[in-house]
């Protein structure tokens, strides 16, 4: 007989089992529709495998698994996949997920399953893969996909293989009623898993409130060397490192495995699927589940078809809804309220409570922490649960954090003796999500960050760029014209002569620029000569397209480039107008800072007014808006752009004018 | 010289504390070059907790010249995608005190995302110009889309659209950011005895 340690804290609450072990496990049968979701299990959601409208039959996989943490999907019967969509399932969010739904047509047809082999024939990774095909995770409760956790990494020594019977918690009996009827394939199922990872001794651990369960675990051990060990039951003692300090003395480190201390740890549901697919080649297609609470009629286990509805199950054991004011997905203590009862049953599924209303109250109104330290006594984890609650109360996350509040199970032992009833549990559950969230932000922002600078970066190298292509043309026009000097000097050379005059006229712009001619005067010169320019092209044409010339393609295309430039001298001049209202001339170069500087300005104007000047202002800038629009808008009609482009400018005018309405109502509302 | 030395003890133990202080000096430049820390680290712990939206909400041109203004002793309440809990990282950071936001600057949103309607769009790459940190695709005449996944919810290229074609939408809830909210406890007063509950509630 081994000796059974004991770990710190705990609690007894009322055990609420005998109901729903009073009929041996019943077959649910087949419902009508089957709602599979695409993730049922920690890691990476099943990538789907079949088509809508696709026949599929019994135990075909029908998901696969992605990536290493993830787990296959099969179909639990036979019948056509009517849909691939967002549905409903059992989460506390109520939020919908990708589910894989399928419509029965009741032959219940098999499909080719692999050949039946027994297990020591088998090598390590054949078993492995298995496992992994047939698409088993967690069925304690936590979903995590069973081969990851068996794909140990080669070279470790697994002291103690445990096989986890204890199902500390209140109402659940399906591991017990499990181990009563299938105590045979359990056991064969460990033996599986002790072929898989040899570890020096594999145990099974029960608790002593369930004697019937213990007598049949010893009868079908006997003789294999599988030890059956019995503990005094404690809540919650199932946890997976509570159990492995009670059977090994082992304390897993905080934030660590159970591999760290040499232990593998499974749930006996678990072992039981390991044992159908490795010996069967069945994939994990149903499984067992409690339906039980005061609310129902017959509470009991069913076997039910993965996909099934809780409603089926429900009525089956005759539900009352009448009075069952919410309905509990897993135990009293660690399951949550499911949103609707059309939600399907998914791997993890290990118990569907149906309280009445005097059985499991509302929680009464939290009072004042009254620092009693009943909560640290019971903590399970050796935590402080006081302490976490005020970091988590005053959103001192990190404090939490340090106080180990990632070694918290969540197993509600606190809540359940804090005389101020205060939801402990929640607190530490949002305090979780808000540390991870956090640190999904600072990698988002890392991330923004370095994109950020990159575009910085690629700007001023462009800007390097560009500035040194000038730098090169101006050298080499200057060679040119030394060359041309040096060849000819005192005859006018065409040349040289252009390039004086060339240079005349930047002396003069910039001469112009200094003397306070601003941009505007450029911006219209350019126009005033690209439609002189474009004209004149067009004089050409007209008089090539007479004389019926063969240079006509040619004269064409120059003259619609002529043309495309004088729209963009014009788009620059209007921009530049636009641009000039706020009386700021925006800083050329980059666009994205010219951008931000916009923005802010517009901000800094807005802020500190009243919700009057805010419409105004509001339809103040719509209108010039639109007046841009209509005004590119028109440009384009007479550019005789694309038809699309016309189009879309047209539509966006439309548009423009209906929120410049909107705003006008606005304001007139505010004004009255 | 040793005996020169000898004679004049003075003369020894100053020479020797030249020396000293010539080797020493010589360690202490090399492992300045050697170890130097780049930039200003303080402005980089505080780069290290602004959102990197860079949006210039705060007034900044990006969240670095921010972080720089911050560091020479500007406001720390005046980023909004940052909010609260991005002020008051920065109070620790820099202890200084908690201040609420200052409204002046926009309030805190839910993030957003931006979204191109691609139907409408004419190819003119003016958001592409605009957007700060390289999330949207395109090319010139060719239709343009966001990149949701790199996207910072700026805001920054819905102005300068001229087909007003792009939509700031704000990020739905999904089963992966779900997460429990912490129990609330204003409207419950932590002093009502039981039996109150049901008229307090
Ligand atoms: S919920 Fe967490 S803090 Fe509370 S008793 Fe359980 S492990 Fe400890
Ligand atoms: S307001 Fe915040 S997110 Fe926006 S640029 Fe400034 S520091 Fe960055
Ligand atoms: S700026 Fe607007 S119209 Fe131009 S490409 Fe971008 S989204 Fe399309
Ligand atoms: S796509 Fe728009 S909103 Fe998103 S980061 Fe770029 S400019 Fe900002």
Redesign the pocket.
């Known amino acids: 007989m081994r000796k059974i340690h004991d770990f710190h804290g705990g609690i007894h609450p009322v055990e609420n089992k005998h109901q729903s072990l009073h009929t041996p496990i019943r077959d649910a049968g087949i419902p009508a529709e089957l709602t599979l979701p695409l993730s049922q299990h920690i890691g990476a959601p099943a990538t789907p495998l079949v088509a809508v409208g696709e026949r599929v039959l019994k135990g075909q996989l029908v998901a696969e698994a992605t990536g290493l943490v993830s787990a296959a999907l099969h179909a639990p019967t036979s019948g056509t996949v009517t849909a691939i969509e967002p549905r409903p399932i059992a989460h506390p969010s109520g939020l919908p997920a990708p589910c894989l739904v399928i419509a029965s047509d009741g032959e219940d047809a098999w499909c080719e399953l692999p050949p039946p082999c027994s297990f020591e024939t088998l090598e390590r990774p054949e078993l492995l893969a298995r496992i992994r095909a047939a698409g088993i995770a967690g069925m304690g409760g936590a979903g995590f996909p069973a081969a990851v956790k068996l794909g140990l990494k080669p070279g470790t020594q697994v002291e103690t293989l445990i096989i986890n019977g204890t199902e500390c918690e209140p109402y659940i009996t399906a591991d017990d009623i499990l181990m009563r009827e299938r105590a045979a394939q359990i056991v064969r199922g460990a033996q599986i898993l002790a072929h898989l990872v040899a570890p020096a001794e594999t145990v099974i651990g029960i608790e002593d409130n369930k004697p019937e369960a213990i007598a049949a675990m010893c009868a079908a051990a006997e003789g294999t060397g599988i030890e059956i060990a019995v503990f005094p039951t404690k809540y919650p003692s199932g946890g997976e490192k509570q159990l492995i300090e009670l059977l090994t003395g082992k304390q897993v480190p905080s934030g660590g495995l159970p591999m760290d201390v040499g232990v593998v740890c499974q749930n006996v549901g678990t072992a039981a699927a390991v044992a159908d697919a490795v010996e069967h080649g069945r994939p994990l297609i149903s499984r067992i589940t409690t339906v039980t609470g005061a609310a129902v009629d017959e509470p009991q286990n069913f076997e039910v078809l993965l996909g099934t509805p809780m409603s089926h199950l429900l009525a089956l054991a005759g539900y009352r809804a009448a009075d069952n004011p919410r309905l509990v997905m897993g135990g009293p203590m660690m399951g949550f309220t499911v949103p609707d009862p059309g939600v399907p049953i998914v791997k993890t599924t290990n118990c569907i409570l149906a309280p009445s209303a005097q059985e499991l109250p509302a929680p009464p109104p939290a009072q004042a922490c009254i620092r009693c330290g009943l909560c640290a006594e019971a903590c399970p984890a050796s935590l402080l649960p006081q302490q976490l609650y005020w970091f988590a109360r005053g959103r001192e996350f990190e404090k939490a954090e340090a106080h180990n509040l990632f070694d918290c199970i969540e197993c509600g032992a606190c809540s359940y003796v804090c005389p101020s009833n205060i939801p402990l549990v929640q607190y530490y559950r949002a305090a979780k999500a808000e540390v991870l969230q956090m640190r999904r932000d600072a990698q988002k922002a890392e991330h ?1 960050r370095q994109r950020f600078e990159a575009r910085q970066e690629r700007l001023e190298r462009e800007e390097a760029e560009k500035e040194a292509r000038r730098a090169a043309r101006k050298q080499a026009a200057e060679e040119k014209a030394r060359r041309a000097a040096d060849a000819g000097s005192g005859e006018a050379d065409p040349v040289q002569a252009a390039i004086e005059r060339a240079q005349a006229r930047k002396a003069a712009q910039a001469a112009g620029a200094a003397s306070e001619e601003n941009p505007l005067q450029k911006l219209e010169k350019t126009v005033v000569t690209t439609r002189e320019r474009l004209e004149k092209a067009e004089a050409k044409l007209a008089q090539a397209r007479s004389e019926g010339a063969d240079h006509i393609a040619a004269l064409e295309t120059g003259v619609e480039k002529t043309r495309a430039k004088l729209a963009a001298a014009e788009q620059a001049l209007q921009d530049y107008q636009a641009q000039q209202t706020p009386a700021e001339p925006a800083p050329a170069g980059d666009a ?1 800072q010219a ?1 931000i500087q916009k923005a802010m300005a517009a901000r800094a104007a807005q802020a500190n007014k009243s919700p009057l000047e805010k419409a105004r202002d509001n339809l103040e800038k719509l209108e010039a808006r639109l007046a841009k629009s209509e005004a590119r808008l028109a440009e384009s009609r007479a550019a005789g752009e694309e038809e699309k482009i016309v189009e879309a400018l047209a539509s966006s005018v439309e548009r423009l004018q209906e929120k410049v309405a909107a705003a006008r109502a606005e304001l007139a509302a505010e004004e009255s | 010289m040793i005996e020169l030395l000898v004679q004049h003890p003075l003369l020894a133990a100053l020479l020797a504390l030249v020396g000293l202080g010539a080797v020493f000096g010589a360690l202490l430049g090399y492992a300045a070059v050697r170890f130097r820390t780049e930039g200003n680290p303080i402005v980089e712990q505080i780069n290290a907790i602004l959102p990197q ?3 210039g909400q705060c007034g900044h041109p990006g969240c670095r010249p921010y972080a720089e203004a911050i560091a020479a002793g500007e406001d720390i309440n005046k980023c909004p995608p940052g909010g609260q809990a991005g002020i008051e990282a920065l109070a620790q950071l820099l202890d200084r005190e908690v201040v609420p936001l200052d409204d002046e600057h926009g309030e805190e949103k839910v993030p ?3 979204f191109i309607r691609e139907d409408e769009c004419i190819g003119c790459t003016k ?1 592409i110009q ?7 695709l395109g090319a010139a005449k060719h239709m343009h889309t ?2 949701a996944s ?9 102005e300068p659209c001229p087909v007003d074609c ?1 939509d ?1 939408i704000p990020q739905a809830q999904t089963l992966q950011t779900w997460h429990w909210e912490l129990p609330d406890t204003s409207n419950r007063g932590a002093d009502i005895i039981a039996t109150d509950a049901g008229e307090a509630a």
């Not at chain 2, 605009?130 to 949207?136: R, S």
């Not at chain 2, 790199?150 to 819905?158: F, N, Y």
């Open positions: 923004s994205a951008a | 939206t860079q949006c957003q995302v931006a958001c605009a957007c700060p940190v390289d999330a949207i966001v990149i790199e996207c910072t919810g700026c805001d920054l290229c819905v792009i700031m």
